[in-house]
Structure formats: C-alpha cells, structure tokens
C-alpha cells in the first residue's frame, strides 16, 4: 500500500469513529429537544414551520412566528428598561420609566438587574433573527398568503415598542431640540440645540450634536416643528409623536414595496417579511424613530408610481424623500435614466435627465421658499461624518494608516488621513454606482439602486445600521440567491454590531461573576437551539447521516462531507 493510499484509510478509519460520536451527539441532543418541545409552553410555540394543511389562504403558518416575535420584542423592551441598560439613553427625563432618578445613580443599582437585562436584550436577538429568518423559509414555500396578514404581524410586533424609550441611538432626542427649534423660528441649518440654552430637549441630545446644525432636508425640518407644537413642548410627547411618524414611513414603505413586488412578479407578503418585518426596519427605524424612515417611505412610493407609467408624480415624491434627508435623490436619478424606456442612446437620455433635474428643483425649492430655511442645509450635509467609528471602512482604514504612520515616525494628523481615505471611500462609491446606472438594463434597476445605496453606505464616512436601510429595502422587491443571502447576512450582523455601549458593557462583564456570565451564555444558547422545530431537527439528522454514510446513504456520498448544510438548520 502506497504512502497517499495509507493516508486515505487513515482519514476514512478516523471519519469512521468520529462519526458514531458525532451522531450519538445528535440523538441525544434530539431526544433533549423533543422531551423540550413537548412540555407546555414550547408544545403550543414550535410546531413545525410549514404546516401540511394546505387548505386556506395559508395565514394560519404566521401564528407561531407572530407570537414567537412578539416575545422576542417584549425580553428586548424588558431589557433595555432596566436602569443600567447600555442600549437606551439613561439620563433623568430620557423616558417615563427605567431611567434613573438624580437621587439614585444607576452604578448604585443591583448587578443582577445589569445581567436580566444582558439575557433579555441578547435573547430577545438572537430569537427575532431566528423567527424572521423561519419566516422568510416559509413564505418560500408558502406564497399567496395576504398582505393584511403581514402587516398584523408587523403592528404586534411592534406594539411593545410603543412604551419603551429609543432604542439604540439617541438621534430622535435631536429631532425634538431642532424642532423646539423650528417652533421658535431659529433656523437649525445656522445654529445647534445649544442655542436653545437649558432647555430640557437640549439635556437629552447627544455631546457631539449639541452645536451642530441640522443635515437634515427642509420637509422635515417643517413637519419636526409643527410635531413639537402640538406636543405643547414637551419633549418626551414630541419623541412619541416623531416615533408614530417613523410608523408611518414604514406604512408607506409596506405600500410601495408591495407595488414594486407585483410589478416585478413577486409575492408581496414573501418580500414585505423580507423588507418591512427585518429586524432593521423594526427595532432601528421604528425602535429609534429615525427619519429614515419616512425618506424610506417617500422615495419606494415614487419609485412604484414611477413604475406604473407616471414619471412626474415620482419624481416629485422622490424629491419630497429627499427633502427629508438628501440620498433619496438617486431615486430621482434613477427615474429620469429610464423615463424614455429601455434601449436607447445615452444621447436621448439627457433631456428626460435634465427635465426630472428641474422637477426635483422646482419642488425642493418651493419647500426652501414656504419653510422659509433656504439652501444652507446643504453645506451641512458632511455633519454625520464627525462620527469616528471602525464599521465604517473608510474609516478605519484612516485611523489603522495614521497609526501605522506614527509607529514608522511618520506624523500625519488624522483628520488628514480620513479625509483621503473618505475621499477615496466616495470616489469609488461614486464610480460604482455610475457604473452600476449605466448597465442597470442588465443588473435591473431596483438592484442597481439598492446595491448603489448600500454603496454609498459602506464607503461614506460613517455606517450607522439603519443607514444600511436604504440599500436593503429597494433590494427587497427583486431579491434572490445572493442578493438575498446579502440582505438576511446584513440585516442580522447589523442587529448586533450596531449597538451602543460596548465598551461599558465589555468593562461590566470583566468585572462581573463569572457564574452569572456563563448562565447568562448558556441561557442564550438555549434560546438559539430550542426554537428548532421537528421538520428542521429531521432534516438535519437525516442530512448529516447521509453524509456520514449512515442509513439512507445515496450514490456517491463522501464520507470526508461531513460538514452539516446550515441550509437545514434554519439559522
């Protein structure tokens, strides 16, 4: 027996004892999940995700992954309102409840409360990425099912984020100062909340915005204004009012994407759980209330109208999400390349282009002229980019080249290097999407507008999770293989790479019993394994003994795949 044949028989003879281990492994841990599952509460929640009943309009499949989503959301809300949370703001007066009082310091509050609200929040993740992603599976196999069915799911899940405080990002804080602002007639393009002196709005916003002027467009500078008067001033009504505006953005989100779903042959409620049930649209754009939101809403509903054969009536809803917050106007862009129809010169182009120029114009200036704000905003635009942050490739990059710069005695200012590194980051963003715009006949024109945003996002100066947003709502409608593999892939990790707090949360956890960390890991992991349902536990045993070459071994099964397909395990 030659060397190479010796080495195989010593892989296969050890494939071979793996292999029994490996799979007494799975049984066992199968007759766990079974005595589990069969026990009230988990008997009536982890049903299989297709049911066989095939009869109906198949809504009766959305009932376990509604309320499985519903407890979800309810561990996130009960954790982040526990007085040490790192997740929400807290300060005196950030909400109505779970936030210390001045008397009591929230370092003087019991550590077991910090770990309740680890479990919660972490839990609560981990379980809503599993629902939403069992969902889509489903909906995968079970098209037709009524929108109306979605967007019921959609309002119970995020019925408990009515009564928590912003989760995430303390941004909406912000909104409420520029428009007690705007109430008072100072014009927030000019001038930050700290204009405003000791008012309460101003304690809540952030440091770093406190005398920045707003980047955002003058439509919503306007609505920001006529919120806070009819909150009477008070700032935590104005938070609740601009969190139901944020609402109705993602109404008017569900609206388009379902227009631009059958227009491209699609099933809406598929692509509505894919886009408007993503934890992305739930916990950052209706959790933080950002104004993402309603440009979100604006710029699908012109995309769709658009779609349907009237141009104009798109362009000026397009130009009316960019008056909210300014990336919106590739819709614009977009609208006006494709005016003429498919197939002609770029030479034919320019006119409908420039015609859709000076639409958006006419409109962004009459908002200017009624608002009485003017253009200024514009020159506040690169106020996000004061944020450092290492998620934003251009980003780090600057920071990791100044450091490798002054290890090697090099003394470049940092602020130098971003702006080369952001300059670059832009211009190839830029290069992209142009790219993109001229063979979207190819690529389709929603994708190329999706994937040009979540350029945009990923090379800009700073990356923010509900900026990724932009890009993975508009892919929504015409996702598959890949694109939606990106869209489930970044929908999940900005979940958790997005949230705030992590260097407190780090030193508490240092600092901590090690005994509450480990039952506070273990307690999420159950969370993780438990939800699998019998339909995906068969699958995957079946699966991974075919490829141990066990019982029900087919033609050419290798013993050395023994990799199980994560396909089957529904994560």
């Not at 889509?136 to 119970?156: D, E, S, W």
């Not at 003394?411 to 001229?438: Q, S, Y």
């Not at 939800?531 to 991974?544: E, S």
Request: aromatic share 8%.
């Amino acid at each position: 027996m030659g060397v190479e044949e010796r080495e195989v028989a010593r892989g296969r003879g050890a494939a071979s004892h793996r292999g029994p281990v490996l799979t007494r492994a799975f049984d066992h841990l199968s007759a766990w999940d079974e005595a589990v599952r069969s026990r009230w509460p988990f008997s009536s929640l982890v049903a299989a995700d297709v049911s066989p009943d095939t009869s109906g309009d198949g809504s009766h499949v959305l009932v376990r992954p509604a309320i499985l989503g519903f407890i979800a959301i309810c561990a996130i809300t009960a954790g982040v309102a526990q007085p040490q949370s790192p997740f929400t703001l807290k300060q005196p007066g950030a909400w109505f409840f779970g936030v210390p009082s001045s008397s009591t310091p929230v370092h003087n509050y019991p550590t077991p409360w910090l770990f309740f609200g680890l479990v919660a929040v972490y839990g609560g993740l981990v379980l809503l990425m599993r629902v939403w992603y069992g969902l889509i599976r489903t909906l995968a196999q079970r098209p037709g099912i009524p929108v109306r069915k979605i967007m019921a799911v959609l309002a119970l899940w995020i019925l408990p984020l009515l009564i928590v405080a912003p989760l995430f990002s303390r941004d909406v804080y912000s909104y409420a100062a520029q428009g007690e602002m705007m109430s008072h007639h100072i014009s927030p393009y000019h001038y930050g909340p700290g204009v405003l002196g000791a008012a309460p709005s101003v304690n809540l916003v952030d440091p770093l915005w406190v005398n920045t002027p707003a980047p955002y467009g003058p439509l919503f500078m306007q609505i920001d204004g006529t919120l806070t008067s009819a909150s009477l001033h008070h700032e935590l009504v104005d938070v609740i009012l601009l969190r139901l505006l944020a609402i109705g953005g993602v109404a008017l989100m569900a609206l388009g994407i379902s227009s631009l779903a059958r227009s491209h042959r699609r099933d809406p409620a598929y692509v509505l759980t894919l886009a408007i049930l993503n934890p992305v649209t739930v916990l950052h754009l209706v959790g933080g209330a950002h104004n993402d939101a309603l440009m979100l809403g604006l710029l699908v509903c012109g995309l769709a109208v658009a779609r349907r054969g009237r141009p104009v009536a798109g362009i000026v809803l397009c130009a009316l999400a960019a008056a909210v917050k300014v990336p919106a106007a590739i819709g614009i862009l977009y609208i006006g390349w494709e005016w003429m129809g498919a197939g002609i010169p770029l030479r034919a182009r320019i006119r409908p282009l420039l015609t859709a120029g000076l639409i958006s114009a006419g409109v962004m200036g009459a908002l200017s002229l009624v608002t009485g704000l003017g253009w200024t905003w514009v020159l506040n635009l690169g106020a996000p980019g004061t944020v450092r942050s290492w998620v934003a490739p251009a980003t780090g990059a600057g920071i990791v080249l100044t450091d490798a710069a002054h290890l090697v005695g090099i003394g470049v200012p940092l602020h130098t290097m971003l702006t080369v590194t952001r300059t670059i980051g832009l211009f190839g963003a830029l290069g992209a999407g142009l790219w993109l715009l001229w063979r979207s006949e190819r690529v389709g024109s929603l994708q190329a507008l999706g994937l040009t945003l979540l350029l945009v996002v990923t090379l800009g100066p700073v990356v923010q999770p509900w900026y990724l947003s932009w890009g993975l709502v508009l892919l929504a409608p015409v996702a598959t293989g890949k694109v939606r593999s990106l869209i489930i892939g970044l929908s999940i990790a900005s979940a958790f790479i997005g949230l705030p707090g992590g260097s407190k949360l780090v030193g508490l956890l240092l600092h901590a019993d090690p005994l509450q960390v480990a039952v506070a890991l273990l307690v999420c992991l159950g969370i993780f394994t438990v939800p699998l349902t019998p339909l995906q536990r068969q699958r995957l045993m079946v699966h991974w003994r075919r490829r141990r070459g066990g019982p029900g071994t087919g033609p050419g099964t290798e013993l050395g795949e023994a990799t199980p397909d994560l396909d089957y395990l529904g994560v």
